[in-house]
């Protein structure tokens, strides 16, 4: 599919997204996206501006969107609202220019330390919002301590909800994941509702342990426990890598053994699920592949259960 002046809007088309007369809102294909977190636009330029309120990378959208036939690479730039040094606001630059200005390590640090105070700041989750929203999704097993619950947590359209907090361990620096939530133990109907702090590539949230070398490699914090409360069939470590970017990016563990790959139905879930089950073959795993029926999630599986062991 080729795109020019108009790229953003037929972009924003595609995704099913809707259009406010000079930028559109659509849900991100990186990511596990329930809500409308990519924005997408046209620079003065021509040149497609996007940005992913939720977090995910240029790089990561473009390569989504080149994966599922919306656009060809060709005049791209990156948009520098998503960290808006003195003086850059509203404009963009280049990831290359960003480097070239020192501007990237900067921000990196900033949000590395941003992560980890509000790691510390955190509370342990029993007994907090955040188990209890956990516990609205049918979430019963033991809560890992790389959650924790924010009563009072910063989102970047400026306002503050309590929150989840997940440690991201395996990555080059510290970062958290957070997920905001409403006072009633719901997640927050505010866009987006999940946001990642710090650089999260290569790691993940590991949500269970187990002695033995069994992996199982899921996109979502929620889908991970879902599991974790009886959905597999034996024990095994459980990680949610966070975005099919982090999927695809994930730094398995040196000591080889048998992973599962637990990925969602969409395609961009698919996509990833494969590229990494791949990449773990090559590396010497045994791997297999698990995933929900059609119109499922591991959560939906889940809550179905819950019912049926009830009745």
């Keep these: 599919m080729s795109f020019n002046k108009n790229r953003a809007r037929e972009i924003t088309t595609a995704l099913h ?66 960290i808006e040094p003195e003086g850059l606001k509203g404009h963009s630059i280049s990831k290359q220019a960003m480097k070239t200005l020192g501007l990237e390590d900067e921000t990196s640090a900033r949000k590395t330390e941003a992560a980890r105070k509000l790691w510390n700041e955190a509370l342990p989750i029993d007994g907090t919002l955040a188990a209890r929203y956990l516990h609205g999704r049918g979430i019963d097993c033991a809560l890992p301590d790389s959650l924790r619950f924010h009563c009072n947590c910063r989102h970047p359209s400026g306002s503050y909800y309590p929150a989840m907090i997940a440690r991201v361990d395996g990555c080059d620096a510290f970062a958290v994941h957070r997920t905001y939530l409403s ?85 961009a879930g698919q996509i990833a699920g494969t590229a990494l089950a791949r990449n773990a073959k090559a590396h010497g795993w045994t791997v297999k592949v698990s995933q929900p029926p059609d119109g499922y999630d591991f959560n939906d599986l889940l809550v179905d259960y819950r019912k049926g062991g009830a009745a």
């Design 17 to 82: 997204g809707q259009w406010f007369g000079n930028y559109g809102l659509a849900r991100c294909p990186v990511h596990n996206d329930n809500r409308p977190s990519l924005s997408l636009s046209d620079g003065k330029d021509g040149r497609l501006l996007a940005c992913c309120h939720a977090g995910c990378s240029f790089d990561d959208i473009i390569h989504e969107l080149r994966c599922i036939g919306l656009i060809d690479g060709a005049g791209l730039h990156y948009d520098r609202n998503v």
């Design 183 to 267: 006072p009633d133990g719901r997640k927050a109907n505010v866009v987006p509702a999940k946001a990642m702090l710090g650089r999260v590539a290569g790691g993940a949230v590991r949500l269970a342990k187990w002695r033995g070398n069994r992996l199982v490699i899921c996109e979502g914090i929620e889908t991970g426990l879902s599991l974790a409360c009886g959905l597999l069939l034996e024990p095994a470590n459980i990680w949610a890598a966070l975005s099919t970017s982090g999927m695809k990016a994930l730094k398995l563990p040196k000591q080889i053994g048998q992973l599962t790959v637990a990925f969602d139905g969409d395609r």
